[in-house]
């Protein structure tokens, strides 16, 4: 158990630590590679969605009707994936538009705005995106961790997706905090603290929720697990990978993602 845990606060760590690697991608790049982030938040969505509705939402039903019967266990079920959907949205809504990480950002429109906007106010802009990010990372983390706890193999699936997006949300982060002070550090420490609330969701799952696990409790956390991460891929990464989109490739990014997570559920399964 010990090990798991820590196995699945490391995946966790490593998922929140690729917000550093999109502030660094900002800091030495003056154009956006759309066609690559298409792809790479194409192939993140159909991860999740994947394994979403295949492995996760299906593990939390067997579960919960092992538990309290066929006909409750599967209402429970779907009370708690769409509870987790709920729970993500109303995250998502009172985050305002201009400050959501998830709102398609390019490293050269930012560049180009540069000159009409005072440092304060790109400073602001900067603060606020991060601020957005550690609130959506935090159900991430809790996400992340109690697949990982679950099946490990699922766990390192959902962090590389959940990596994978959170690359251009390092981007949305550093590079208005280095227009707005010119310190590449200053820039680069908010982003990777932005990235650090994946692990704080990690720990308060594994506080708050690790000592009362039983198959009910895990089989609705699990079922909200599966509700946040098709809502995440539906709501947000699907549509910013068409906006980045110049022709199908988020498609194909997509279907990508789902034909590597089936292949790797059947590889990887004892």
Known sequence: MEGNVL????????????????SLIGFFTTRTNTKFL???????????????????FVKAKDALTN?????????????????????????DKFIPKANNPHEVKLVEDIDAVKPQINQDHLMKMGVFTALAIAIHNFPEGIATFMAAMND??????????????NIPEGIAVSVPIYFATGSRKKAFKLSFLSGLAEP??????????????????????????????????????????????????SMYGLIAGMAVMAISLVLLTP
């Open 200 to 249: 704080v969701g990690a720990v308060v799952a594994y506080l708050l929720l690790m000592p009362f696990l039983n198959d009910v409790m895990f089989g609705i956390v699990f079922a909200g697990v599966a509700g946040i991460m098709v809502f995440i891929s539906l709501d947000e990464l699907l549509p910013a990978a068409q906006k980045y989109d110049e022709t199908h490739l």
């Open 152 to 165: 490990p193999n699922i766990g390192i699936a959902i962090a590389i997706a959940v990596a994978i997006h």
């Open 7 to 22: 196995m699945a606060l490391g995946l966790t760590l490593f998922a929140g630590l690729a917000t550093g690697v999109g």
């Open 38 to 56: 298409s792809v790479a938040l194409g192939f993140s969505a159909g991860v999740m969605i994947y394994v979403s509705l295949v492995e996760i």
């Open 67 to 91: 538990a309290l019967g066929p006909t409750e266990g599967y209402w429970v079920t779907i009370a708690g994936f769409f509870g987790g959907v709920l729970f993500i949205a109303i995250i």
